[in-house]
């Protein structure tokens, strides 16, 4: 089965422009989680989604941070405008549903805003 | 203060060695994960528990609720178990996992 897939791997923008991350959860899966990993703070949990509606977005740092689940197999998490401190690993994790269930999560996308 | 510690923050083990590492929290849980990050930057969840002990392979994780406390241990250390792991507890009713700060550890041969 294929696991949480992120897309792009790596981003790199200058300051000021729009960021957008990719998720696709485990199919079956329906629970969804953004995460941020700074060398500072470690992991901290953005927001997270439960049958496609935001549960939780009190982690989502300023308003311009936003994100989406349209359908139960894709999310995006958008930055606009992006600056140097939104540098980061954004990984994305999914779970079969809310509770103690494990979550599974992608490799990541590397941010860096110059 | 953070609501979840870990000790030690770094940890380094010649190859054989029993690991352990130690995780503590404050608040009220319904269960406990620990992750592993390998070096490339993937994150893996070792295990998922709200009470007693489970073992999978040479790790074994305990969890005492009482005590607020988690041990990880690895028996046998190997170079490919260099890794950070982490400590991350669930509070309420969701899935919302609240991090520990790591413990990076390395195994040498």
């Known amino acids: 089965d294929a696991g949480v897939i992120q897309s792009p791997r790596h981003e790199v923008t200058e300051m000021g422009q729009e960021v957008t991350l990719r998720c696709k959860p485990i199919?079956?899966?329906?629970?969804l989680f953004w995460y941020r990993q700074t060398m500072m703070r470690g992991l901290e949990l953005l927001i997270y989604f439960n049958n496609n509606v935001p549960i939780d977005d009190s982690g989502m740092p300023e308003d311009r941070f936003s994100a989406k689940m349209p359908n139960a197999s894709f999310s995006t998490l958008k930055i606009q405008p992006s600056e140097p401190r939104d540098s980061a690993v954004y990984f994305c994790a999914s779970s079969k549903d809310i509770g103690n269930q494990p979550q599974h999560f992608g490799d990541g996308t590397r941010l860096s805003i110059l | 203060k953070n609501e979840v510690e870990q000790s030690p923050q770094n940890l380094t083990a010649q190859e054989g060695e029993f690991i352990t590492i130690n995780c503590s929290y404050s608040?009220?849980?319904?269960?406990l994960h620990w992750l592993q990050q390998h070096p490339g930057g993937g994150i893996v969840s070792l295990f998922m528990?709200?009470?007693g002990k489970k073992k999978h392979g040479r790790l074994i994780a305990t969890i005492n609720i009482q005590e607020k406390h988690s041990s990880l241990h690895i028996t046998a250390s190997h170079p490919r178990d260099s890794a950070v792991y982490i400590c991350?507890?669930?509070?309420?009713?969701?899935?919302?996992?609240?991090f520990g700060t790591g413990t990076r550890l390395q195994v040498t041969l």
């Open positions: 528990l709200s009470s």
């Open positions: 608040v009220g849980i319904s269960a």
């Open positions: 991350a507890v669930i509070t309420g009713t969701a899935s919302k996992l609240t």
């Open positions: 199919s079956g899966h329906n629970s």
